[in-house]
């Protein structure tokens, strides 16, 4: 399957805003995209536009040289002539069949022979760990017992393209984790694209080769899991991405002292532009020994918050507060005085976009 690509793709549903505005998006051959983003943005719109199940109010979508959807064109090729693979977060599962039944409906329609039928249902529940459910109902499964039906479903007919929506949601955290970890070896094996919609960044992060931060209906960031994390393009990918949130120190004429600290060392390297903007992640603010070349201040320790295998600190450094996660345990208390320093900070111009640094 060749790259899937759209080009100035729109949708409005009527109404005032966009929920989809000129969109330009590449999705690689084999790749695994999340588009991640806030309730809202225009994932699922985008998703169900690639599916066929809307239709844009501008743009082309395409597989290689295929065209699916083209406005200008006035083409459109329905969604069961795609060969792409849909589970949406409303699964639907047929209440009159079995869910050995309902995974086999697909390959039914395609006309597969009873007993690869059989065979490739089975090896499809098992996958999921449904299997020994395979004679009952829906009606009398779990909601997550249910999507994960709706997972074996698609995957027993093995479409080269995946679109998920959500399809985690209804899950246990444990399960979860293991269904995260199940879908990348899914997506290695089979070398399928998958497209994946989530507002979880961790989601995100642990799966996908490539993310595609949405917000307001425009695709902020295209880019790797662990690039989009260490070089957000703009501040709303920047405070997106990254749990507990990057802090964001504004750096106007009326500065907080924490910001004139910030930005003294900031403008005293070569090259660098006064920015608009610094965003520390908590976890690069640290309490050990500082290097020469950081920028460090002593800081007031207002609370300690160990969370098991890491720790939260609320520091006081000269006016702000700021947090600190350490993955070593912190010895200081509150009350305490200690060095903070940081040697990774995030400039941003006065539009919020991402100053090279
Ligand atoms: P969520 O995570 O909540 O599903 P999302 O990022 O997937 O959000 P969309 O469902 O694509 O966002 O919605 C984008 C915008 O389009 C929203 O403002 C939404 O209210 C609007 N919208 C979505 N579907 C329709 C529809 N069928 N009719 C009218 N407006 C719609």
Redesign the pocket.
Known sequence: MPTISLSGIAKS?G?G?H??KNLDLLVPDGAFMCLL??????????LRMIAGLEQPTAGTIAVGDRVLDSVEQGLYVPPEKRGMGLVFQNYALWPHLSVRENVEFGLRMRKVPADRRRARAEAALEMVHVADAMDRYPSQLSGGQQQRVALARMLAVDPAVLLLD?PLSNLDARLRLEMRAELKRIHEESGATIIF?T?DQLEALTMATHVAV?NK?ELQQLAAPMDMYGRPANRFVAEFVGSPPMAIVEVGPARTELAGSLLRHVTSRPGNHAPAAIGIRPEALRLDEPPVSAWSETAQVEAVLPAGSSWTVRLRVLDTELYAVSYTPVEARPGDTVTCWTDQMHLFDGEGTRLAA
């Open positions: 549903y109404g805003d929920a989809v983003g806030p309730s809202g943005c225009g994932k699922t719109t985008t959500e919609v507002h949405m209906g």
